[in-house]
DNA sequence: TCAGCTCACACTTTTGAATAGC
DNA sequence: AGCTATTCAAAAGTGTGAGCTG
């Protein structure tokens, strides 16, 4: 049994944004968690003007919905399992689907208004991994990223009363391997990691977006893709979980048993073919004896293998002793049903205790079942079920929320989430100011990725154990008692119960709607943390080991070498990314602290593949862990079934608190000024400048495509234009617009690509075609 | 040689058209 | 004629394993 010092993180409710921070008391640092801005890459698709002014502070009928948009992940718990072990997504040429699907809930949308779902999938680290000696380890950078596709939910747009009426299944997206996919489906790099992002953006009306938009990450759905299932666990789970593997399950028609008869059938039959002269057609277990002692010397070893094939005229079950006694030697117990039994129990859904006896995959769709059914079928014992995640054990990142009311994770009988934004509202209001913070997330050199690890152990004493590294665990590390350690009990029902919030207002103003609360020390701490993540960005994990550096409960040891300084907590910090547009270079976060230091985080051996904190820095990666050949610690914990989720106005507050602070670079990065980066042209196309990345935030900004969105918008870019930007970690694309044929919905679009501005330059020329042509 | 990928296969579920009944 | 329920076949979604590829 696991104890919340395995899978610390399962303690903490749902957490914004802005609670995701690490924190070190004795080095007094703080860094988000999980970046806001990271899932907000509808946010800026939206060119700033397109959005919703923010409402005017002190004005209560400014407060709309959204700001308290919720979404819940429903079938939370089965992803959690997955994860638990590793979650493995096939991807194959003609595109598959994602299996444990999208399921979600939503909740605080204006009723009336109309609202688009996007989904889109980013790479969470700068890795290839391979399955080795049962784990997943890291062996090599990334390959270069392809273009993002953004798949946007058939129902958009819809009524906000539409979405919240029924569960959003995302399960009609495909992920593809396939570069050169027609279809529209998401194209991915086979043996990478993954992280889905689901936005949520209002649609004033189909050609025109505004409004604000949310964004929405759940750390359990993180996932590597395969071409094939790697991991004996997930293809158990998998063929346990999904009705469509159901023949491949124990009593199914499809299984090894079953596929072996039918082989061995076919055998028999080509033999009754070769040698009917000597065989009874009728007795099938002759035929199968016979070829051994008759048949030729392949047969005979091919049937050698073979378990007898049962007498059909007998009625005799190939489970009986036929099979027991010939088959290979089989595990007594499914292992996917033991898994799932033992997961159940943990899960403690109610009906847990009458499944004991049920198969495997019954036991999984009652669980998928009593996913829908609510979050306190597994929200307060989901613990138990991290009991046997692959997850680093580390421990949760404390949250800057230090004063917040954390629910006693001992407590679960209330399975119900915590309400964040009461519990903030509550608090001290103190508005978020973002100015003198700077923190610089350039990207790991490739060599980062190169020194395998092992992510996940299978060598685990307990086949649904998995210890994390030890390594990761400093012991003696000190408990910051500031910061209560994570509830041994998981308020999964909470963390699943994920809050998307405006996190921010216009700077200096108080925040609209929802107040956000701010703990005894930094109130915009927690407004810090919703600092802008680069969209697009391909994670880095490796800020990792400063995070770690930066969480005394991570219990990593010290990483005096690492070349960063963290910035004490409620000290200026200031994150600039890279690859996020210009206007959010530079986030400044000011700090309740005054006087505190102005610290900038520098990861000196960061290649110029900036990345910001990534992903799978936020939450560390289930049974992946990324290789840090070069820095000590893994990755930072991972905050399962915890939405982070940020909205546009925060990006608006950043945006021009941004402005106000100067701009930090990273020291390896190009000036922005002499930056290659393609100048914003004001009604026109941007230049194609093939050696230079282009930044999908500029492109989305320039004007040239907001024609396709509104032909009535002007051309010319606001007065707050970005000044010109680093490159980005990858070569991204603007979104565009693509009318789906097939669609039955009379909005003329359904997926949006976010295109390769200068597809010539890319390997995948291909897509270029996609700006003039609808791909589905 | 081998890791990774592709494809055909058998099975299952889903979907939608056709039909029957009220 | 219109609606609902049922039936059926095709399509689509699964993992498997052999074969291919670089």
Same mark, same amino acid.
């Given at each position: 049994m696991l104890s919340v010092e395995m899978y610390p993180s399962l303690t903490l409710g749902p957490q914004r944004i802005g609670e995701c921070f690490y924190r070190d008391r004795q080095a007094p640092a703080q860094m988000p968690l999980f970046p806001p801005a990271a899932c907000d890459v509808a946010a800026k698709a939206l060119p700033p003007r397109m959005l919703v002014p923010p409402p005017a502070p002190n004005d209560p009928s400014t407060k709309t919905p959204k700001d308290e948009v919720k979404m819940e992940l429903e079938n939370a718990s089965l992803w959690k399992q997955f994860t638990s072990v590793g979650t493995e997504m096939i991807i194959t040429k003609k595109g598959r689907r994602m299996f444990p699907g999208l399921r979600l809930k939503l909740s605080g949308l204006n009723p009336s208004l109309r609202y688009i779902l996007l989904l889109d999938i980013i790479p969470l680290d700068n890795s290839r991994y391979r399955f080795q000696s049962g784990g997943w380890q890291a062996v090599g950078g990334a390959e270069a990223r392809l273009p993002d596709r953004v798949f946007i939910h058939p129902d958009s747009p819809a009524t906000g009363a539409h979405w919240q009426s029924r569960t959003i299944s995302f399960h009609h997206a495909k992920l593809t391997n396939?570069?050169?996919?027609?279809?529209?489906h998401i194209i991915l790099h086979s043996l990478h990691r993954y992280q889905p992002r689901i936005h949520v953006i209002e649609a004033r009306d189909v050609l025109r977006w505004g409004g604000g938009q949310h964004s929405f990450v759940f750390p359990e759905t993180q996932f590597l893709t395969v071409t094939a299932y790697q991991n004996n666990k997930i293809t158990e789970l998998k063929i346990n979980s999904n009705p469509f593997a159901k023949g491949f399950r124990e009593d199914g028609m499809n299984s090894k048993k079953q596929r072996d008869a039918r082989q061995k059938r076919k055998i028999s039959d080509v033999i009754e073919t070769l040698d009917i002269v000597n065989?009874? +057609?009728?007795d099938s277990t002759e035929l199968l004896q016979q070829p051994v002692t008759t048949g030729t010397d392949l047969q005979a070893l091919t049937l050698a293998s073979l378990p007898p094939l049962p007498n059909p005229s007998c009625g005799f079950r190939p489970e009986g002793a036929c099979y027991q006694d010939t088959l290979v030697p089989e595990q007594p117990l499914d292992l996917g049903q033991a898994f799932m039994a033992s997961q159940m129990s943990d899960i403690g859904i109610s009906m847990a205790g009458g499944m004991q006896g049920m198969p495997g995959s019954e036991v999984a769709n009652m669980i998928e079942r009593s996913d829908t059914m609510g979050e306190p079928a597994y929200t307060s014992t989901f613990p138990a079920v991290q009991a046997n995640s692959s997850f680093p054990s580390a421990p949760l990142p404390q949250s800057s929320f230090s004063s917040l009311p954390i629910p006693d994770s001992s407590d679960t009988s209330n399975p119900q989430p915590i309400d964040y934004p009461s519990i903030l509202s509550s608090s001290s209001t103190t508005t978020p100011l973002l100015q003198q913070t700077s923190f610089t997330f350039p990207t790991p050199p490739p060599s980062n990725s190169c020194s395998p690890q092992t992510l996940l152990s299978s060598s685990s004493p307990s086949a649904n154990t998995y210890h994390t590294i030890p390594e990761t665990i400093n012991p003696h590390t000190p408990a910051d008692t500031s910061f209560p350690a994570p509830p041994s009990t998981c308020q999964s029902g909470l963390q699943d119960q994920i809050s998307a919030h405006s996190l921010l207002a216009q700077p200096n103003q108080p925040l609209q709607g929802e107040p956000i609360a701010r703990g005894n020390n930094s109130p915009s701490d927690q407004s810090s943390a919703a600092f802008i993540y680069p969209n697009s960005l391909p994670a880095n994990p490796d800020p990792a080991p400063v995070t770690a550096q930066s969480l005394p409960n991570y219990n990593h040891p010290p990483a005096p070498s690492l070349p960063c300084s963290l910035p004490a907590h409620g000290a200026p910090t200031s994150f600039a990314f890279p690859s996020v547009p210009p206007h959010m270079q530079n986030l400044s976060f000011s700090n309740v602290s005054p006087g505190s230091a102005h610290h900038a985080l520098h990861f000196q051996n960061m290649s110029h593949q900036a990345q910001a904190p990534s992903l799978a820095a936020a939450f560390p990666p289930s049974s992946f862990t990324h290789p840090s050949s070069s820095l000590p610690h893994p990755h930072p914990p991972f905050q399962p079934s915890s939405c982070f989720a940020v909205s546009s106005s925060f990006q608006q507050s950043v945006s021009s608190a941004s402005s106000m602070a100067p701009t930090a670079y990273p020291?390896?990065? +190009?000036?922005p000024s002499t930056s290659s980066y393609p100048p914003v042209e004001i009604g026109g196309i941007p230049q194609f400048n093939p050696t230079a990345h282009y930044r999908p935030e500029m492109v989305l900004h320039h004007p040239s495509l907001l024609p396709q969105l509104d032909p009535s918008l002007p051309s010319n870019l606001p007065s707050s234009t970005p000044p010109p930007a680093l490159y980005s970690a990858f070569p991204s694309y603007p979104l565009r617009l693509c009318q789906d044929p097939h669609s039955s919905l009379s909005i003329p679009f359904r997926h949006l690509y976010r295109q390769h501005q200068h597809g010539h330059a890319h390997p995948q020329g291909s897509y270029l075609d996609m700006s003039t042509r609808a791909v589905f």
């Open positions: 396939n570069t050169l996919d027609s279809q529209g065989c009874d +057609p009728c020291q390896n990065m +190009p000036n």
